[in-house]
């Protein structure tokens, strides 16, 4: 963790292209970083961001992985210092750092970003995700229904993710629903369809989902 925490450091210090002042001119060469950051075209430098998170979620090695992760949040970053209110520089932050695992500042940019948008469906979707990949499903369903409530309804994702939940939560009837939406979504999908059709012969009033149901109860 530690090792981890000094190579971010390290890089952030790198992407930013600085030598470190005497103590005398620290503010003067802290003005010329912050000026130095505003050159950038904002645009460009979240599109090369998001552009590198993909391939590093296509790549295949380990060395590819961490290149492009590394470039990705280099470029958030600057994102974060060219508009601190901004939010896609914050929510790219909390992926990379989701991706690699490092919780508490996955955390803390997914909460920054919460912050300037409360509502942000996006921001919400990949917080979600931190949650679900966590098996923490409340937490997850929590702020995937923000994300379907403001404007991410139609994204097979979450979706199926939160039917996935449901399920888990033995809400069958309410599972069912967002399956089928998945599935308007990708009618193809095969496997949604047989998962659809086993849960429809599940007997729902005598089955373990229903006694689960009744004795537990949720926050939906």
Do not use: W
């Amino acid at each position: 963790m530690i090792k981890k925490l000094i190579y971010i450091l390290i890089l952030f210090l790198t992407c930013a292209n600085f030598t470190l002042a005497q103590p005398q001119n620290a503010g003067i060469e802290y003005n010329s970083l912050e000026y130095s950051f505003k050159k950038f075209n904002i645009k460009k430098v979240l599109k090369t961001a998001d552009t590198n998170m993909l391939l590093f979620q296509k790549a295949k090695t380990e060395s590819d992985k961490k290149k492009y992760l590394d470039a990705a949040m280099k470029n958030y970053y600057i994102a974060t210092k060219v508009n601190s209110k901004l939010i896609d520089g914050y929510i790219g932050l909390a992926r990379v750092y989701d991706a690699m695992k490092l919780d508490r500042l996955a955390k803390e940019f997914f909460f920054k970003s919460v912050n300037i948008d409360t509502y942000n469906p996006r921001v919400n979707f990949y917080f979600g995700d931190f949650y679900f990949k966590r098996d923490e499903y409340l937490s997850a369903l929590f702020h995937y229904k923000i994300s379907y409530q403001n404007g991410y309804s139609k994204n097979y994702e979450l979706n199926y993710r939160l039917g996935i939940i449901y399920e888990k939560l033995a809400d069958i009837e309410t599972a069912k629903k967002f399956y089928m939406n998945a599935l308007k979504l990708k009618p193809k999908n095969k496997d949604l369809y047989e998962k659809i059709r086993l849960l429809n012969d599940i007997n729902y009033e005598d089955s373990q989902y229903y006694l689960y149901r009744k004795t537990n109860k949720y926050v939906p």
